[in-house]
Each structure stands twice: as structure tokens, then as C-alpha cells.
């Protein structure tokens, strides 16, 4: 089946790591995405990472997956308030071409 | 540089009033799809447009229905809106290589309110 999960919410203080974190089902996915959607806003690719690496790095960004468990992490360093948005993982279905399968959604909350 | 635009931002419909969401893009990509996102929820796949080909997702509701015109338009029509198809409605498009990590592009989202 067609799955991805993900906590809803995420409270950090500035200048502190946020990771959230993602599972999905599909083994057979090729790619997972990280996409950030701030209010009012449509959704922006963040980054992704290709089934057969176990991590990426992109400037404050690390993306880190667990294919064995079907897991898969974002942090981000040094969280500023600009961080506050809602992160979207998604996962693109094996079945179709780039058909993508989102989680609900975490809500990552910055405070001073 | 909006890449893709939506249109509006924000409709108010009447129950059962038909009511069309538009989208429109500037990158040319032969791929459009339309997203439904309720509040809190994963955005979810309605259908999307491989070129001139209409693609359906087995459990978009016949209310719903899109055109696309030519490459840069996509519409989208919901004949008889009911209360629960309140929802942010999303355009995106994408480039379809031939390679699987074709990036998709998100319009800002059209708000629908249903009354």
C-alpha cells in the first residue's frame, strides 16, 4: 500500500537541530522528498535523495535514510526563525511516474 | 517569476454551485497535476495531465473533472461542490524526461470554501 507518516508537530529553539522524521511503505520507491510549505504558500522542494544513498547533505540540510526500516530524517542546522513552516516527505510511487505520495505533514515551530 | 499561477487564491462557493479553479505555467513542462489538500492532511493526487493525456486517480469522485486547453492551462471543475470538497486546491507540473527524479512545481494553492 501507499503510506507515509509523520509527526505532526516539532517545537525547537533557535539555533538548536530539528529532525523530523518520515516512514514510508513503499520499497520500491526511488526517490524521497523533502518539501517545505510555508502560510499561505504552495509547496517548495527542499531536497531528496535517491533510494540507494544512506544520507545527503545540503548546506544546513541532512537528509538521512534507512531503507531497511523505510525511514527516512531531515535536519536542519542552526534552526532559524525562517525555518517555521510545515516539512512535507514524500515518496514517488513505483507504480507511476512521478506520482508522489505525501505525509501530513510537521509542523516545525521556532522560538527565540 | 511565478512559474505557476493560480487562480485565485481564494473562491467561495455556493453547495452544488459548479465553481473552476485555474492554473497556468511558464516552464513549458508537458506534465500538470492536480492536488486536493484538506487542513492538517497529506495532499492527495486527483489526476494529472501527461501532455494531452488525462490521467484519473481510481478514487477521484466523478464530481471532479480537468481540462487542459493547450501546454500552459490546467482547469479544474467541480460540478456539484458539496461541504467536504472544502479544501486547498494545488497545481503543480513537471518535466517528464524520461528520467525518474522529475522535480515537481507548486502553484501557491487555491483556497476553496464551500457555504
Known amino acids: 500500500g501507499e503510506d507515509v507518516e509523520q509527526s505532526l508537530f516539532l517545537s525547537v529553539r533557535e539555533g538548536d537541530s530539528s529532525v523530523i522524521n518520515c516512514t514510508y511503505t513503499?520499497?520500491?520507491?526511488?526517490?524521497l522528498y523533502w518539501y517545505k510549505q510555508e502560510p499561505g504558500a504552495g509547496l517548495q522542494l527542499l531536497t531528496y535523495?535517491?533510494?540507494?544513498?544512506d544520507m545527503k547533505q545540503d548546506q544546513r540540510l541532512t537528509v538521512l535514510l534507512n531503507k531497511k526500516d523505510k525511514h527516512l530524517s531531515l535536519r536542519i542546522a542552526d534552526t532559524q526563525t525562517g525555518d517555521s513552516a510545515i516539512y512535507f516527505c514524500a515518496e514517488r510511487f513505483s507504480g507511476g511516474y512521478n506520482k508522489l505520495i505525501f505525509g501530513a505533514g510537521t509542523r516545525l515551530a521556532v522560538h527565540p | 517569476d511565478a512559474m505557476v499561477i493560480q487562480n485565485p487564491r481564494y473562491q467561495v462557493t455556493q453547495f452544488g454551485k459548479p465553481v473552476t479553479l485555474s492554473c497556468s505555467q511558464t516552464l513549458n513542462h508537458n506534465v500538470m497535476y492536480w492536488y486536493q489538500q484538506k487542513s492538517s492532511q497529506a495532499p492527495k493526487l486527483l489526476f494529472h495531465?501527461?501532455?494531452?493525456?488525462?490521467?484519473n486517480e481510481a478514487d477521484t469522485p466523478d464530481n471532479f473533472q480537468s481540462r487542459r486547453p493547450n501546454t500552459s492551462f490546467c482547469f479544474l471543475d467541480i460540478r456539484s461542490p458539496g461541504l467536504g470538497d472544502a479544501a486547498m486546491y494545488l497545481c503543480a507540473t513537471s518535466s517528464a524526461t524520461g528520467f525518474s527524479n522529475e522535480k515537481l512545481f507548486f502553484g501557491s494553492g487555491t483556497q476553496l470554501s464551500v457555504l
Open positions: 535523495i535517491f533510494s540507494n544513498m
Open positions: 513503499d520499497s520500491s520507491s526511488t526517490y
Open positions: 495531465y501527461y501532455d494531452k493525456d488525462f490521467n
